[in-house]
């Protein structure tokens, strides 16, 4: 009997002694039909186990059916460039503000150098990062570009999140449009979607009021995907949002990539409080549970399939082992090895800042799956299949699993 067999057998005994809400997903969800916003918000507060295990199959059904048993990882290098930044967001704690004596802007030099240290250990992506500092130029935007592709053309630079690119646009006194085709010129291949945290702006009142609109945010994600150019899309949860916040955080991804088909994934980021001031709002929570994260992850897969197909979870904010358990609930993808990470940890995340392809393989391998590297596109680039013994698949190099 196959894996996915096993997981349907499951589904249909569960069946039988489930909700009737439960039963109506599951039904849906093995009939390939969507489920709605409320079927999404029943995941979220589902508290029977049983029902939460029925749907914890169904998502596993839905990630098999897509992807198989493979679930990927990217070998990568996070470069955050400044710390300096005038937004203030209250659940960040590695921003400080201009004149601060801890602020700093990276030199070229020393962003070109750790590129360089990143694809000499095999990365074949840069992710760049900064604050929204007011002294940086678009000259500083584009020379960061340039110096990478340098390194070498076919390095994917993942870069600059729709704050930086709307806050950008306005110094520069350009459209987001004119703005996204600079920077695509000198190098620019991805947009990371963060600044999404929840798009509902009651929300962001509360948590980063001066930040932009989601109206604004849809913008720059929408433009960016007319030009061609992909994105993520994230989530940030478990701090001042209700379970209809975050349905309808889902359900705008959900339609901008039902028009756009721009997004390459969603990355559930858990809300990390210890060192925040967010933590100190009345009514703030301390993160989320655990439970918490099985059922985002769950609601996630079910919710915004067949549309969004590559769901990941964080190694850093949910910790290896939950981030492991997590590949049973729906999740295909553990992100990056990272190399190093500022912003989790100023906030309190325990894990360290760098995991190795062979620490990644064994998270995947050790969970019955498949450890497969990937590009930002999704594109295989090498299979792992028993050990830490690999080969890059003849036929299927340079494939792209579906997203």
């Not at 489930?18 to 039963?23: N, P, V």
């Not at 990062?129 to 584009?142: A, F, S």
């Not at 949860?237 to 721009?262: A, C, F, M, P, S």
Request: proline share 3%; glycine share 6%; hydrophobic share 40%.
């Amino acid at each position: 009997m196959t894996y996915l067999e096993n997981v349907l057998r499951s589904i249909e005994k569960l069946c039988k002694i489930s909700s009737s809400a439960a039963y109506d997903i599951a039904e849906k969800v093995l009939s390939n039909k969507e489920i709605d916003e409320k079927d999404c918000e029943f995941i979220l507060r589902c508290d029977d186990p049983i029902d939460l295990e029925l749907l914890r199959l169904c998502a596993l059904y839905l990630k098999i059916r897509t992807s198989g048993r493979y679930v990927t990882f990217v070998c990568n290098r996070n470069i955050n460039f400044t710390n300096i930044c005038v937004i203030g967001c209250l659940f960040c704690n590695f921003s400080v503000p201009p004149g601060d004596s801890s602020g700093y802007v990276m030199p070229l030099s020393e962003v070109e150098r750790r590129a360089k240290e990143a694809y000499m250990r095999g990365a074949v992506e840069i992710c760049l990062q900064g604050g929204v500092n007011p002294e940086l130029k678009l000259d500083y935007y584009i020379n960061l570009l340039r110096i990478i592709k340098k390194i070498n053309r076919k390095l994917h630079i993942h870069a600059f999140s729709p704050q930086e690119i709307l806050s950008l646009a306005e110094r520069e006194n350009l459209k987001i449009v004119e703005l996204l085709k600079i920077l695509r010129e000198a190098g620019l291949d991805t947009l990371p979607g963060t600044a999404a945290e929840i798009l509902h702006d009651d929300v962001r009142k509360i948590i980063c009021p001066r930040k932009m609109s989601v109206r604004e945010w849809i913008h720059v994600i929408t433009t960016a995907h007319g030009l061609g150019i992909r994105t993520t899309c994230t989530i940030m949860y478990g701090h001042v949002e209700d379970i209809e916040h975050v349905v309808q955080h889902l359900k705008i991804l959900k339609d901008i990539q039902r028009e756009t088909h721009g997004f390459t994934e969603i990355v559930l980021l858990p809300f990390i409080h210890h060192n925040t001031k967010l933590r100190n709002i009345r009514n703030c929570r301390p993160g989320s549970s655990s439970i918490y994260d099985i059922k985002m992850c769950i609601a996630s897969r079910i919710y915004l399939h067949p549309y969004i197909t590559n769901v990941q979870v964080s190694w850093v904010k949910l910790g290896r082992k939950l981030a492991q358990y997590l590949l049973t609930c729906g999740a295909n993808d553990l992100g990056g090895t990272l190399m190093e990470e500022n912003i989790s940890h100023a906030a309190g995340a325990f894990e360290k800042e760098y995991i190795t392809r062979e620490e990644l393989i064994e998270l995947i391998s050790s969970v019955g799956m498949i450890p497969v590297e990937r590009d930002t596109l999704y594109n295989i680039l090498r299979v792992y299949q028993s050990g830490n013994n690999s080969s890059a698949l003849s036929g299927t190099t340079g494939s792209s699993l579906a997203i």
